[in-house]
């Protein structure tokens, strides 16, 4: 049985909640880059961007793109070739403050390969990571900025995500392991 | 031993069917067929149960190569004669294209004499045409024809007699002995580097093609430069269906020419090429669905003459490589009955008096050897061939007896199997199994070499 | 994908996968660092029994942007011309370590027999075997016609309904059998022209059409022509009376460039014979994508290193 952790609005109000911190934590929207990493990642990128146009009107420096990070995987040899999703790097990312944005944060392993695929296409001055969960059981010393919900799992557990661009529908729902 | 074996030397078969359908008792007794009919006894004999098996006369070969001398790693007359005896061949005709060619009296009494000393089937050597097989000038046809091997049969297999004016003496030079010239018809001009069938299949495979014209223009020609000077032609492993049509029409007009197809042209495509497996590279190259269906007409009708195998062993490695590396040819003594059964009989294109026909009476009448292909009659040699038609199996290695295992039909399911093999009157293979080579030989020395 | 040695047995989804990736590849052409490290630690063999520069640096340049070791066999002055078979080299390159062999040869169906034949569990790329197939050369032609008339629009979509000619020695030429099938697969309509002594004897099986006469194959305006080399030693053996006749029958010289539509796209697989098959105008014309095919050989040749060597190997 799968239990509904997050609704729709809740899902909302966690994404303007995390706009307002990048925000607050880059002190305005000068030199932001917001980068999501496919495939849901780039749908909260997104709407993280509108998100900031609307509290900040007059920002025009921001900008959002996506970052494939299929090809710096750690895991190609280990599971199905995977298809990597296009890259879109808005413009030049040196000296820019980037914050890449993604579903879940889990191993750590995805973010690993972002920062790496981000090497190669600049060197931002900040980088900085926003998830909507954080289920735990980082494999790496990685951790997020800004995080939506912290939902401690078991790695029984499965965390569905569904946004409604990419899946129809939107919640964040857990099922499986003891708790189920 | 020997003595025992002198006891032992007939052998009373109970039930065959021969050829035309009837049912008989065959005994088998100094070398020859001493009695036939039904409820037969003797005292003595060793008997055989033959129910349901058919008694074919010893299989006649026209088309073997033995590789002795020369390439005794892909095959040595032994062992190229323990395959035939195992698909129940009791004759072999010895291409000539060993190293030194078989081309000197010297060359074919030494093949001969090997057969001879091996003992399983009668080894009759054939002579190359020209000198090397290079196509250039006569060999000693004369010599080869008066010597021990009493030669009668030339060819230059592996390469065509190419130049017309060389053919043509061939052809003519050869009356003086009864001789007849075995021509591989391919023009080497049109099949220069050529892998496969040339159609829709070679351009596709991007295979150098061996178009069916480079055949029938070589067997055209040589039709007619037969009725010329009036001689005799044999066709070697006819493969398209406008050959049949060349040769169907010579025939009609009383040219004296016969022709021979291989069991792989009755039964094998050029489809099998698209993996590359040079198991299924061949020369001439398996053709088309519509060539073989005018093969099997062909053969049924009498304008292809014989069955002839074209047994050509390899080693592995020549073999194990890439398409145009890899060397032309199949094993085929061992499984040539099968095939012949699975492309031919089974079909009711033959019927086992036809099989007689093509695999032994015919090919030693084509090839003048006396003692084969005579019919299961009172007093004709012990040279018979027990099948059991009613058998099937996936064919393997283990099926083989020579050295070679570029078998185009291992892994496939075949029909029949040979039980028995009489040669001279003593067994060269008994329920389904090879005798070994010594008791062979013994049972040869016992019966002289008469 | 284990293999990739045919372009026939491809279907238009595989394809346009792999030209969409080939997208991405591309894409790092144009960033800061050049370079991926998606195929670390894997060794990728270029065998090579036959002389192709091109070929071999183009696979050279792919396999190191994704950061795989190379290993460069030439065949030519080793001890393969001494005799050494091709299994005997595949199971040297397999105890070596080899993930992936690229492998040009002479024979047709080679890198077949490699792949089926157990002496090397490494996945094979037919880099060109024979008369036989090129699929990546075709691939790369695929991809820079979709480039071309589809531009940053490109991913995702197929030929649906593209014209191309195909003109020259058909008959010896992988390159063109493997755009038959790549080309039609992805919706393209073929056509071939050439000297009848160049075409096929029987060309039933291929779903193209066939002429003889390039003015006409002009004027009917195709999306894309392209211009096959001709090899210098068709000419010694009678399939056409000498350069000079191929050219004016077969080339596309100044005039029938002039006449050819003007949005058409100019190909060539290279290496050109000037003023044989191709006249300079046509080549180094904007309409020529002469180097945009060289350049896209990189990319496409990546996604296929992608493809075949990245992905747990007993599951693809």
Redesign the interface.
């Known amino acids: 049985m799968a239990r509904t952790v997050l609704t729709q609005a809740d899902i909302t109000r966690a994404l303007t909640r995390i706009s307002h911190e990048i925000l607050e934590s880059n002190r305005g929207p000068d030199n932001l880059v917001i980068l999501g990493i496919p495939t849901r990642g780039v749908v909260l990128a997104r709407r993280i961007f509108e998100t900031i146009q609307r509290i900040e009107p007059s920002a025009t420096d921001v900008r959002v793109g996506s970052l ?1 990070v299929t ?2 995987r750690d895991d ?9 999703a ?2 879109q790097v808005p413009g030049s990312i040196d000296g820019k403050t980037v914050v890449l944005v993604d579903d879940v944060l889990y191993s750590g392993r995805t973010i690993r390969a972002a920062l ?1 695929a981000l ?4 060197r931002p001055s900040i980088v900085r990571l926003a998830v909507l969960v954080d289920r735990g059981h980082r494999e790496l010393p990685i951790r997020a900025d800004f995080v939506g919900k912290n939902l401690p799992s078991s790695t029984e557990e499965r965390i569905n995500l569904h946004l409604t661009e990419t899946d129809g529908d939107e919640f964040v729902s857990i099922e499986g392991g003891n708790g189920a | 031993m020997p003595k025992e074996r002198a006891d032992n030397v007939e052998y009373l078969i109970r039930g065959a069917t021969l050829p035309d359908g009837t049912r008989s008792d065959i005994l088998l007794a100094g070398g020859r067929v001493a009695e036939l009919g039904s409820g037969l006894s003797r005292a003595g004999a060793s008997p055989i149960d033959a129910d349901g098996l058919v008694a074919l006369p010893g299989l006649v070969d026209l088309h073997t190569h033995l590789r002795e001398p020369g390439s005794e790693q892909s095959e040595t007359v032994l062992t190229g004669s323990q395959a035939a005896a195992r698909g129940g061949f009791t004759s072999v005709f010895a291409m000539a294209n060993t190293s030194p060619v078989q081309d000197t009296a010297g060359v074919v009494e030494q093949v001969l004499a090997l057969g001879e000393q091996a003992g399983y089937v009668t080894v009759q050597p054939i002579g190359a045409v020209t000198v090397g097989l290079a196509g250039r000038q006569l060999a000693e046809l004369g010599a080869m024809a008066a010597s021990r091997a009493r030669v009668r049969v030339f060819s230059d297999d592996g390469s065509c007699v190419a130049d017309p004016l060389i053919m043509r003496r061939a052809l003519e030079y050869v009356k003086a002995f009864d001789g007849v010239i075995a021509q591989h018809a391919q023009d080497p001009r049109l099949t220069e580097k050529a892998q496969m069938n040339e159609g829709a299949l070679s351009a596709e495979l991007g295979l150098t093609g061996w178009p069916a014209v480079a055949e029938e223009s070589i067997i055209a020609r040589d039709v007619l430069l037969a009725e010329h000077v009036g001689s005799r032609l044999h066709v070697c492993h006819v493969s398209t269906a406008g050959s049949v049509d060349v040769i169907r029409w010579a025939k009609a007009r009383g040219i004296n020419v016969t022709a021979e197809v291989t069991p792989h042209h009755l039964l094998l495509t050029e489809e099998l090429v698209v993996g590359y497996d040079a198991r299924f590279k061949v020369n001439p190259p398996l053709r088309r669905r519509e060539d073989v269906e005018a093969l099997r007409a062909g053969l049924a009708d009498g304008t292809i003459d014989i069955v002839a195998t074209d047994h050509a062993p390899h080693p592995t490695e020549a073999k194990d490589c890439e398409w145009d590396a890899a060397a032309n040819g199949m094993v085929g003594l061992e499984s040539a009955l099968s095939v012949v059964h699975a492309s031919v009989v089974a079909n009711g294109h033959l019927d086992w008096a036809d099989v007689a026909r093509v695999l032994s009476h015919t090919p030693a009448r084509i090839g003048r050897l006396d003692g084969q292909g005579r019919r299961t009659e009172v007093g004709a040699p012990a040279e018979l061939t027990l099948y059991d038609p009613s058998a099937s199996r996936v064919f393997g290695t283990g099926d083989l007896s020579g050295k070679g295992v570029n078998s185009p039909y291992l892994a496939m399911t075949l029909p029949g199997r040979v039980q028995a093999t009489f040669h001279q009157g003593y067994p060269t293979v008994l329920d389904g199994a090879l005798l070994p080579a010594a008791e062979v030989a013994a049972a040869r020395s016992e019966v002289g070499h008469g | 994908m284990r293999h990739l040695l045919s372009t026939k047995t491809i279907s238009r989804d595989e394809a346009i996968v792999l030209l969409d990736i080939a997208e991405d590849m591309a894409d790092v052409a144009g960033r800061e660092v050049k370079k991926l490290p998606t195929l670390r630690g894997k060794t990728v063999v270029n065998l090579f029994f036959e002389d192709s520069t091109r070929t071999r640096i183009s696979f050279e340049a792919a396999a190191k942007r994704l950061s795989a070791d190379v290993i460069n066999f030439s065949a030519k002055g080793s001890s393969v011309s001494k005799g050494e078979s091709l299994k005997d080299t595949a199971q040297t390159l397999a105890a070596m370590g080899a993930d992936g062999v690229v492998i040009r040869h002479h024979a047709s169906g080679a890198p077949l027999v490699l792949a089926e034949s157990g002496w090397i569990d490494a996945g094979i790329i037919n880099a060109g075997d024979g008369t036989h197939e090129h699929p990546t050369q075709a691939l790369l032609d695929a991809f820079t016609i979709r480039r071309r008339l589809h531009g940053a629009a490109s991913r995702g979509r197929d030929l649906d309904g593209v014209t191309v000619t195909i003109v020259g020695d058909v008959l010896h030429s992988r390159v063109a059998r493997s755009n038959l099938w790549l080309l039609t697969t992805l919706g393209a309509q073929v056509g071939f022209v050439a000297p009848p002594t160049l075409l096929p004897a029987d060309t039933s099986a291929w779903p193209a059409t066939f002429g003889f006469d390039l003015d006409a194959a002009i004027d009917a305006g195709p999306d894309v022509i392209m211009m096959l080399r001709i090899q210098a030693e068709r000419m010694s053996a009678s399939f056409f009376p000498n350069p000079r006749e191929y050219a004016r029958g077969w080339g596309l010289d100044d005039e029938r460039f002039a006449r050819l539509r003007a949005d058409s796209i100019v190909m060539h697989p290279g290496p050109m014979n000037r003023g044989l098959e191709i006249s300079s105008a046509a080549a180094d014309s904007a309409r020529s994508t002469v180097l945009e095919q060289v350049a896209n050989g990189v990319s496409v040749r990546m996604a296929a290193l992608y493809l075949l060597l990245s992905g747990d190997r007993e599951d693809s």
Do not use: E, I
């Open positions: 494939d090809l710096y190609l040899s280990r599971t199905r070739t995977r298809t990597p296009p890259t790496d090497g190669d296409h600049g």
